[in-house]
């Protein structure tokens, strides 16, 4: 059986061009770039010319791009690293409640030592309104962090003008840009962003390795100490087949970029429909028009994700849910919850992440094979459903 | 995650439905926690004749009612009573840590049965 890989914002499979690229600095051009001799400076210009990819596809001057170990890192470097570096300026930042844990959790770490957290709540459709932004915004605050596009409903945020609020105010701008990069332009000085999240395997790079932009100027204490890397902003030995890929997957990305969102927002699009049209009682989590452009995510009534999930696969689709028996707590997705979705109907939510590789073909397989599922267990529950 | 026995009782699980005018009914779990599930038992000289289930849950919430109902079949009341929740994940060859509470409401879904139809009795000898 085929497998049918629909999750793309777990992981991307790694770019057969992208490998190539890396595979020569693994054996023959080993070298450390921290060193002097032939092999080691072979090293260093493939790193700064990664950087130079990275940052042409931000807008940003390669400078400013620090080479981290993947999204995690830099959303903790982010938080971490900007509110030590501000502590004598104050001691507050601005988050909100759809955030990665990457950053959730990060701002909770914070709280429990001592400094301020707001979390601002989103709308029905995930989306944060920037004048809850700047009403948050107190003599203290030195960082709101919002997140580009949300990893589990797709919501696009209106970072532009969040950002043109924190300049204004003179508060530093992180966005976690993890789901976004190498998918949506972006333009750090357009979107005023003066941080900002990135990881390899999220756009057909490899994992273990990420990027943050930290604009010039920025005040930011190091979350790494040790050897004085990546301009003493990260200390570690370079992963330099990692940091190759992520270049060669940011060059590819600059080209496909805009041909892979008109074809994937289309077949976005019908797979919403057609859900909405075979399925009884689904709805659509996530802005109708305002979402990134392989995102599908949906709560299915009288079904659980999970028992969704494992049917799927029983079929070869991969897919994912926002169920609490695969977020691994007890709770369903603090998103779904967050943006007013009853628990009872977040249990029965489902994610479609579609990729450079999806087939008209490959959705149709899944519209085929997910009715009779829903309808399977729908059977076997106890509940008897209004309609 | 999840071992091979678990998978095949989520494929073709045992006993599901419901029997009709049913002797004794149990029914466990709430939506909002997400598995809900209804077991339903015919006692013939106290011993389940048959018994079925509905789940609304999870892979293991939907294996572990199929076991159970699968351990239950023709048992002596006291002795379906004594069908721990541990016993029920040892008969799939194990649960993932996160995932035995499923466990707990399946043997739960059958003791509030089992104590319904009982109920039920003490009713009718009052009655009588």
Redesign the interface.
């Known amino acids: 059986m085929k497998t049918i890989y629909l999750d793309h914002a777990a992981t991307t499979p790694t770019d057969r061009e992208v490998v190539a690229a890396m595979t020569p600095y693994f054996t023959d051009k080993f070298g450390n770039p921290s060193t002097l001799y032939g092999v080691g400076r072979e090293a260093k210009a493939a790193i700064e010319e990664a950087r130079e990819k990275v940052a042409s596809l931000l807008g940003a001057d390669p400078g400013e791009v620090f080479f981290t170990s993947g999204g995690t890192e830099s959303d903790n470097q982010a938080l971490v690293g900007i509110v030590y570096a501000n502590e004598k300026k104050g001691n507050h930042l601005i988050t909100c409640a759809i955030e990665h844990h990457a950053v959730l959790d990060t701002a909770e770490f914070l709280k429990r030592r001592g400094f301020e957290a707001t979390i601002l709540p989103v709308d029905k459709y995930g989306m944060v309104d920037p004048e809850d932004v700047r009403r948050a915004i107190n003599g203290k605050t030195v960082l709101v962090s919002i997140m580009h596009a949300n990893n589990e409903v797709g919501t696009v945020q209106p970072v532009a003008e969040i950002g043109k609020i924190a300049r204004e105010a003179g508060v530093a701008f992180h966005t976690d840009a993890v789901q976004t990069f190498g998918h949506l332009p972006i333009d750090v000085n357009a979107m005023k962003i003066d941080l900002l999240s990135i990881s390899g395997h999220k756009l057909y790079g490899p994992k273990g390795v990420g990027a943050i932009y930290i604009r010039k100027g920025t005040r930011i204490i190091p979350f790494m100490h040790g050897g004085g890397q990546e301009s003493r902003r990260r200390a570690g030995t370079h992963n330099v087949p990692g940091i190759v890929g992520l270049g060669k997957a940011a060059e590819i990305a600059a080209v496909e970029m805009g041909s892979e969102e008109a074809h994937l927002s289309i077949l976005r699009d019908e797979l919403i429909a057609s859900i909405l049209e075979r399925v009884e009682d689904v709805r659509l989590n996530g802005h109708p028009t305002e979402r990134l452009p392989n995102n599908i995510n949906v709560c299915i009534e ?6 969704m999930l ?1 049917s799927l696969d ?1 079929e070869g689709i991969c897919v994912s849910s926002g ?3 695969t977020s ?1 707590t ?1 709770n ?1 997705s603090h998103v779904l919850l967050a943006m007013g979705i ?3 109907i977040a ?1 029965g939510s489902l994610r479609v992440t579609l990729g450079r590789s999806t087939t008209k073909k490959e959705i149709d397989y899944l519209l085929e094979v997910l009715p009779p599922i829903v309808e399977r ?1 729908r ?5 008897k459903r209004t309609r | 995650m ?1 071992s091979e026995k678990v ?1 095949e009782h ?2 073709n ?1 045992r006993n ?1 439905g ?1 029997i009709e005018n049913p002797d004794g009914v149990g ?1 466990v779990g709430n ?8 077991i339903t038992i015919r006692v013939n000289h106290d011993r389940i004749d048959d018994v079925k289930f ?9 294996a572990t009612s199929s076991m159970v109902t699968e351990m239950a079949m023709g048992k002596k009341l006291d002795e379906a009573m004594t069908i721990s929740k541990q016993a029920v994940a040892e008969a799939l060859d194990g649960l993932p840590p ?2 035995m ?1 499923c466990s707990v409401l399946a043997a739960d879904g059958l003791h509030a049965a089992i104590e319904d139809y009982r109920a039920r009795q003490n009713r009718k000898e009052e009655q009588a």
Request: charged residues 20%; negative net charge; aromatic residues 4%.
């Open positions: 009288g079904a659980e994700g999970e028992a494992l029983m169920s609490a028996c691994g007890l369903p009853p628990a009872e249990h267990l059977k076997m529950s106890p509940l | 999840y998978m989520f494929r699980p599901v419901e029914e939506p909002v926690c997400g598995d809900v599930m209804k509905q789940t609304l849950g999870c892979g293991a919430a939907i996160a995932k509470h």
